[in-house]
């Protein structure tokens, strides 16, 4: 983000650095140091681990399962050739969105494109393999740590990018979980004081897409927290939202955009996202007026699809057996 006079020279070194990246080994082998210890900390971070283990039951064997980070391993094995080669053959400008905001015209961020990435090559682009979508029963994973907390993680298969129905579950996620109104932090905090955190969210990719909740739980009140939290889950689906709440729910989701979207570089990341992404590019008031289309039997519906007991995901992190009999209970498996 810079002064729009000097938008020219900021685009010259992005580009120079997509393009002429030198990787030098002395920088890649402290870079290296430097994400192997990010691995440990993720790694000695309960509430981030129980994230990775979750994602892992959803997405077993498929790369979305995995840290971004990777492993000390794989970490350890990338060379410089194989780091170029990945550049080379990932970073192409048939597969690359330009997005710019600000006190520039459209005419002007092509001319300025065409200068300053000029001679980049083009190359087919890398296949992505398709995000499973069988899911073959509910599953619960116990990591043991000597931790002060049990951390919670639930994750259920969610809606990708291309489906319409993603504004109905922004909106059952804005109920449920997210800020100190929701559901969940009124439940399970509030009244029956089980928690410190507890919160949900959404992640809508391509051609898939989860639905989460997270809490950190007193060690002696675990199954008590777990079965709380599926309570408030089938509670969506067993009932209409009321109508104030709803109308709530769709207030807080318009005002947050609108104050997500007064800085210039979110704009120019919320078009740029939807172009390379997909399936259209949609202004802030065609997301204000689809989200206020929701009626309080989407959000059953949805939530009688998405919520369905087969289909969780559960991932316990701290002092328990591995078995954790009395967890896999208190989900019924």
């Known amino acids: 983000k810079v002064a729009a006079p000097h938008a020219p020279e900021a685009l010259d070194v992005l580009s120079d650095m997509l393009l002429r990246a030198t990787f030098e080994p002395v920088e890649m082998e402290k870079e290296r140091a430097v994400i192997v210890e990010e691995i440990n900390y993720t790694l000695d971070t309960p509430d981030s681990l129980v994230q990775l283990l979750v994602a892992n039951l959803q997405w077993p064997e498929h790369a979305l399962g995995r840290d971004v980070a990777g492993s000390r391993e794989t970490v350890n094995a990338i060379s410089r050739p194989s780091l170029q080669d990945y550049v080379q053959s ?171 979207l007064e800085d210039s570089f979110a704009q120019a990341a919320w078009y740029a996202r939807q172009e390379l992404l997909g399936p259209d590019v949609l202004e802030p008031e065609e997301v204000v007026a689809r989200t206020e289309a929701v009626q309080a039997a989407d959000i059953q519906r949805i939530a009688g699809f998405v919520f369905q007991p087969n289909r969780l995901n559960l991932a316990v992190v701290g002092p328990f057996a591995r078995n954790g009999d009395e967890i896999r209970q208190a989900v019924q498996l």
């Open 90 to 260: 990932h970073y192409l400008p048939g597969t690359t969105i330009l997005g710019l905001a600000g006190q520039v015209t459209h005419d002007e961020a092509v001319a300025l494109a065409r200068k300053t990435l000029d001679g980049w090559r083009n190359g087919p682009p890398v296949l992505w393999d398709p995000a499973p979508l069988d899911h073959d029963g509910p599953s619960v994973q116990i990591e043991h740590r000597d931790t002060e907390q049990a951390h919670l993680a639930f994750s259920f298969p969610g809606l990708s990018r291309r489906d319409p129905d993603r504004f109905v579950l922004r909106l059952l996620n804005t109920i449920l979980g997210e800020g100190m109104r929701s559901r969940l932090f009124q439940e399970v905090r509030e009244r029956l004081g089980l928690a410190y955190t507890v919160d949900s969210y959404t992640t809508t990719l391509q051609d898939t897409g989860a639905f989460g909740v997270y809490a950190g739980v007193a060690l002696e009140r675990t199954t008590e927290a777990i079965r709380a939290i599926l309570a408030e889950l089938d509670r969506m689906r067993q009932e209409p939202v009321p109508e104030d709440e709803l109308a709530k729910a769709k207030e807080f989701i318009r005002g947050r955009l609108a104050l997500s």
